[in-house]
Every structure is written in structure tokens, then in C-alpha cells.
Nanobody
Framework: QVQLVESGGGAVQAGGSLRLSCEAS???????MGWYRQAPGKPRELVAQ??????????NYADSVKGRFTISRDNTKNTVYLQMSSLKPEDTAVYYC?????????WGQGTQVTVSS
């Protein structure tokens, strides 16, 4: 099994920055790690994910965060990071860490990000 523990959420004013961290524990080597978010009354959506495969490390971003968010992974620490800059009120949501291998998905408990205008 895999446990994912997120940290780094909080409240910030528009234009500010936050960095989220997600550490994975367990014996399974995840080939996908990423971040999703869910705002009240809305479905969970992809923010960014990073895939480790034959082509190397490939990041993928939602259009709404391109140029503002950066995802990175430290394999030595089994941790994925999400650096969020130029935050907007519409970025307010609970952010969930995802880890995946094959058809198996693992989720963190979520961390709240609140951006005020």
C-alpha cells in the first residue's frame, strides 16, 4: 500500500505564492504523481502531474495553471512538489495528491488552499 501525506496549504492573497508537498510512503514505486483540486460544488480536476516512463519525466498541466504552477519530483525523497505562483481567487480549492501505478490510484487527504482578492 501507499500513503500520501500533503503539506503546504494555507491562505494567501491574490498574486502570492505557495508550495505544496506530498510525500509517498510504502514499498510501491509510483510512476505517476500529481495534484488535483476540488472547489465547492465542482468536480475534482487535474492541476498537474508528472509521469515517469520510457520517455523520461514528463510533466502535464491544466491550461488554467500553465505558466504559473510548476510540478517537480524528488525521487530520493519520494516526494512531489507543486510550486504555485501568481495565485488567483479561482485557485481556491482543496488540493489532493495523486500517486498511481498501473490501474491503481492512491490519494492523499487533501490540503486547503484559499486565495483572497
Amino acid at each position: 500500500q501507499v500513503q500520501l501525506v500533503e503539506s503546504g496549504g494555507g491562505a494567501v492573497q491574490a498574486g502570492g505564492s505557495l508550495r505544496l508537498s506530498c510525500e509517498a510512503s510504502g514499498s510501491i514505486s509510483l510512476n505517476v504523481m500529481g495534484w488535483y483540486r476540488q472547489a465547492p460544488g465542482k468536480p475534482r480536476e487535474l492541476v498537474a502531474q508528472i509521469t515517469r516512463g520510457a520517455s523520461g519525466i514528463v510533466p502535464n498541466y491544466a491550461d488554467s495553471v500553465k505558466g504559473r504552477f510548476t510540478i517537480s519530483r524528488d525521487n530520493t525523497k519520494n516526494t512531489v512538489y507543486l510550486q504555485m505562483s501568481s495565485l488567483k481567487p479561482e485557485d481556491t480549492a482543496v488540493y489532493y495528491c495523486l500517486g498511481a501505478i498501473g490501474y491503481r490510484n492512491f490519494w492523499g487527504q487533501g490540503t486547503q488552499v484559499t486565495v483572497s482578492s
